[in-house]
T-cell receptor, first 114, second 113 residues
Framework: DVKVTQSSRYLVKRTGEKVFLECVQD?????MFWYRQDPGLGLRLIYF???????EKGDIPEGYSVSREKKERFSLILESASTNQTSMYLC?????????????FGSGTQLSVL | AQSVTQLGSHVSVSEGALVLLRCNYS??????LFWYVQYPNQGLQLLLK??????LVKGINGFEAEFKKSETSFHLTKPSAHMSDAAEYFC???????????FGAGTILRVKS
């Protein structure tokens, strides 16, 4: 079975802390994505990456950065966590070619910033 | 820019009844359209997708959706609801590359026994 693994299911951090959310996929996919999910807002794209060391801003990149040093790993970084970043974070991956390719999602990380 | 509107944040149906979840999209180019489902404490899974060709698309678990360009809609239906269908459903639209999805706000489906 294909797999997208997020390192933590639940995470509690304090305001101002630097937070790393890790995501690993085992499908050799080129594309990887970070979304945040909030009730009533659906999923909003934070950042995505088409290849190693490449990144593109999504719709809500403010307060976040990403790192993709290896093809299989895509990290989301909160440089200084704030309470409004409390959310469910979902990582996803997809193949590079093919129109309308589906995304494969991880199970999510519920981050609480206190 | 593309956008998706899902009508109804919560839908409740009785077991065995028709399921209808509404989705309207906005896109300046021919869209690719998706329905994803999220069961409690899980990530999203693809139910079905429309790219080109037949406008009636069949997906997993008995769900189907019809692309209606004139109405800019892609509503999801299932003839007979099952308790296991209780979940949150997301409609999404992509650009021509199909690599970036814009999601709707989601609809939580409740199935009553």
């Amino acid at each position: 079975d294909v797999k997208v693994t997020q390192s933590s299911r639940y995470l509690v951090k304090r305001t101002g802390e630097k937070v790393f959310l890790e995501c690993v996929q085992d499908m050799d996919h080129e594309n990887m994505f970070w979304y945040r999910q909030d009730p009533g807002l659906g999923l909003r794209l934070i950042y995505f990456s088409y290849d190693v060391k490449m990144k593109e801003k999504g719709d809500i990149p403010e307060g976040y950065s990403v790192s993709r040093e290896k093809k299989e790993r895509f990290s989301l970084i909160l440089e200084s966590a704030s309470t409004n970043q409390t959310s469910m974070y979902l990582c996803a991956s997809s193949p590079v070619v093919g129109l309308g390719e589906k995304l494969f999602f991880g199970s999510g990380t519920q981050l609480s910033v206190l | 820019a593309q956008s998706v509107t899902q009508l109804g944040s919560h839908v409740s149906v009785s077991e065995g009844a028709l399921v209808l979840l509404r989705c309207n999209y906005s896109s300046s180019v021919p869209p690719y359209l998706f329905w994803y489902v999220q069961y409690p404490n899980q990530g999203l899974q693809l139910l079905l997708k429309y790219t080109t060709g037949a406008t009636l698309v069949k997906g997993i678990n008995g769900f189907e959706a019809e692309f209606k360009k004139s109405e800019t809609s892609f509503h999801l239906t299932k003839p007979s609801a099952h308790m296991s269908d209780a979940a949150e459903y997301f409609c999404a639209v992509s650009d021509q590359n199909g690599n970036k999805l814009v999601f709707g706000a989601g609809t939580i489906l409740r199935v009553k026994s």
